[in-house]
Nanobody
Framework: VQLQASGGGLVQAGGSLRLSCAAS????????MGWFRQAPGKEREFVAH????????HYADSVKGRFTISRDNGKNTAYLQMNSLKPEDTAVYYC????????????WGQGTLVTVSS
């Protein structure tokens, strides 16, 4: 599967952005999806995960209550709604797909930059 992330940009603290991850192929609904981010000078970190059907989600503590991961299998797209953004959310955001639940993430999008100004 090929992934294309989009929706990043510059936003003031307290603002919102919605990231999209468009997937190619007909089997998108079989892939659990995740969002990760990498801030300047830091390692990539997990942000959120959603199961194949979208029935279950999981978040990093740092974004819980502010970010929402979702997916539309009919549109082959996953989303990350980010509210109450903070300057520390500034990073390149990546979407990724697993072959199955609990496996590694072999498929990655190219990343989209989110910059939150104070």
């Amino acid at each position: 599967v090929q992934l294309q992330a989009s929706g990043g940009g510059l936003v003031q603290a307290g603002g919102s952005l919605r990231l999209s991850c468009a997937a190619s192929g007909r089997t998108f609904s079989s892939y659990p999806m995740g969002w990760f981010r990498q801030a300047p000078g830091k390692e990539r970190e997990f942000v959120a995960h959603i199961t194949e059907s979208g029935a279950s989600t999981h978040y990093a503590d740092s974004v819980k209550g502010r970010f929402t991961i979702s997916r539309d299998n009919g549109k082959n797209t996953a989303y990350l709604q980010m509210n109450s953004l903070k300057p520390e959310d500034t990073a390149v955001y990546y979407c990724a797909a697993q072959r199955f639940q609990g496996s590694v993430y072999p498929y990655w999008g190219q990343g989209t930059l989110v910059t939150v100004s104070s």
